[in-house]
């Protein structure tokens, strides 16, 4: 299956469902399932920004299952929306590249460390199972 390796806090919202878009400087044309892995990076910024959600950021781990469902090209229009919704995920600023729109949003409970990758990998789920 595929993965994608997030720092935290941003593996953490996206599996909590507060973080429905990731941004990335490619157009990813597949749609469907796709695993996040919580990295061992931090995003110490950022953890600031969200302290007050009380989630928990576990790292080195595979911590949720989620949909890609569409690649938004982003300009000046997504910007205006995604900077007016306010919140301490997506703070405010003008974007470049695209957008992955994730949706079904699933945490997983995988109790075993994994490093993560660069870019897209993928694992064979079932041997974790």
Same mark, same amino acid.
């Given at each position: 299956?595929?993965?994608?390796?997030?720092?935290?806090?941003?593996?953490?919202?996206?599996?909590?469902?507060?973080?429905?878009?990731?941004?990335?400087?490619?157009?990813?044309?597949?749609?469907?399932?796709?695993?996040?892995?919580?990295?061992?990076?931090?995003?110490?910024?950022?953890? =600031?920004?969200? @302290?007050?959600? !009380?989630? *928990?950021?576990?790292? #080195?781990?595979?911590?949720?299952?989620?949909? %890609?469902?569409?690649?938004?090209?982003?300009?000046?229009?997504?910007?205006?929306?995604?900077?007016?919704?306010?919140?301490?995920?997506?703070?405010?600023?003008?974007?470049?590249?695209?957008?992955?729109?994730? =949706?079904?949003? @699933?945490?997983? !409970?995988? *109790?075993?460390?994994? #490093?993560?990758?660069?870019?897209?990998?993928? %694992?064979?789920?079932?041997?974790?199972?």
């Amino acid at each position: 299956m595929r993965v994608i390796t997030l720092k935290q806090p941003w593996a953490s919202l996206v599996a909590n469902g507060l973080k429905i878009y990731e941004f990335r400087n490619m157009n990813y044309s597949y749609r469907g399932k796709i695993l996040i892995h919580a990295g061992k990076g931090i995003d110490k910024d950022a953890m =600031d920004r969200v @302290k007050d959600f !009380n989630l *928990d950021y576990p790292q #080195s781990r595979i911590i949720a299952e989620v949909e %890609i469902v569409d690649c938004i090209k982003v300009d000046k229009e997504f910007n205006k929306m995604i900077n007016k919704l306010n919140s301490p995920v997506y703070e405010i600023k003008e974007r470049t590249g695209y957008a992955w729109k994730l =949706d079904n949003i @699933k945490k997983i !409970n995988i *109790d075993k460390t994994i #490093s993560g990758k660069q870019g897209i990998w993928y %694992i064979d789920i079932d041997n974790f199972k």
